[in-house]
């Protein structure tokens, strides 16, 4: 789980929650998801940066280490709505 207990209640007072069955906090507002990596990566101000940025358009964006196959991507969105 991520390490810093500053990053979690940064992702909480963004109305991010975490959804155990994908290990990746989730906010369906502004259609963002970030894995569990992806934060414990990265510095507070990055992840900061990462939840202020604009969206364009209805897709969600993924902030993972890596770009998640498409599959996957269709998969959360599915199931995330």
Known sequence: M???TSK?????DAGYA???D???Y???TTKKVFSVEFIEDHNE????KRISEQMN??????????????????ELQ???G
């Open 45 to 48: 101000s990055e992840l900061m």
């Open 26 to 28: 989730v906010n369906p």
């Open 2 to 4: 991520i390490e810093t």
């Open 57 to 74: 358009g209805a897709d969600w964006r993924f902030y993972f280490n890596g770009d998640p196959p498409e599959a996957v991507k269709r």
């Open 8 to 12: 979690k209640q940064i992702l909480q």
């Open 22 to 24: 994908r290990m990746v």
């Open 18 to 20: 975490y959804n155990f």
């Open 78 to 80: 599915s199931v995330l």
